[in-house]
Antibody
């Protein structure tokens, strides 16, 4: 059974970096793509980006200048760094698997429970 | 960027009702739409893939339809456990985009 679990600080100061990790069990992150999504009352649900089975990344243009997704295959984890955060980055952050078959993406099938991150001084 | 307009934003239903949630795209996205359910404190549940295919293990009370620009999630014979937030996703083109979501309340 595939399971994902987010971890990281629940409070980040403005202008600092939001860093989250996602631990994956039940499948290797060397398959499919691995995604970060966030949800806030203001913005709704927003796709942040993914890291592929080969380590390639694809980011939402709205966040591209401030985001990095990386992975540690030895730990079967992938991570999100969001730089120079503001209050607008306050949200519930989710990690999820993006199903890939034959090079085509089919969207997320398994999600973590989400972690709330508040940006405040 | 592909915009998904989801409606209604909020709805209330009585056990036994049938409800429809709409998701409209601003361009043709074939059947590249998924539907999800989220309850507070729980993992998001994948309900419908490719617009109309029920995900294995999901109650057959849930169904999806549509192609191109108009999509619908239908919940038949509503139960109290269906109280949740529902949202659609288009995976036709990056960046993925989502509908604004629907809060479903069960009276």
């Amino acid at each position: 059974q595939v399971q994902l679990q987010e971890s990281g600080p629940g409070l980040v100061k403005p202008s600092e970096t939001l860093s989250l990790s996602c631990s994956v069990s039940g499948v290797s992150i060397n398959t499919d793509s691995w995604t970060w999504i966030r949800q806030s009352p203001q913005m709704g649900v927003e796709w942040i980006g993914y890291i592929s089975s080969r380590g390639n990344t694809n980011y939402n243009p709205s966040l591209k200048r401030r985001v990095t997704i990386s992975r540690d295959t030895s730990k079967n984890q992938f991570s999100l760094n969001l730089y120079s955060v503001t209050a607008a980055d306050t949200a519930v952050y989710y990690c999820a698997r993006d199903v890939v078959r034959g090079g085509l993406h089919y969207g997320m099938d398994v999600w973590g429970q989400g972690t709330t991150v508040t940006v405040s001084s | 960027e592909t915009t998904l307009t989801q409606s209604p934003a909020f709805m209330s239903a009585t056990p036994g009702d049938k409800v429809n949630i709409s998701c409209k795209a601003n361009k043709d996205i074939d059947d590249d739409v998924n539907w999800y359910q989220r309850k507070p404190g729980e993992a998001v549940i994948f309900l419908i893939q490719e617009a109309s295919t029920l995900v294995p293990g999901i109650s057959p009370r849930f169904s999806g339809s549509g192609y191109g620009t108009d999509f619908t999630l239908t919940i038949n014979n509503i139960e109290s456990e269906d109280a949740a937030y529902y949202f659609c996703l288009q995976h036709d083109v990056f960046p993925y985009t989502f509908g604004q979501g629907t809060h479903l309340e069960i009276k």
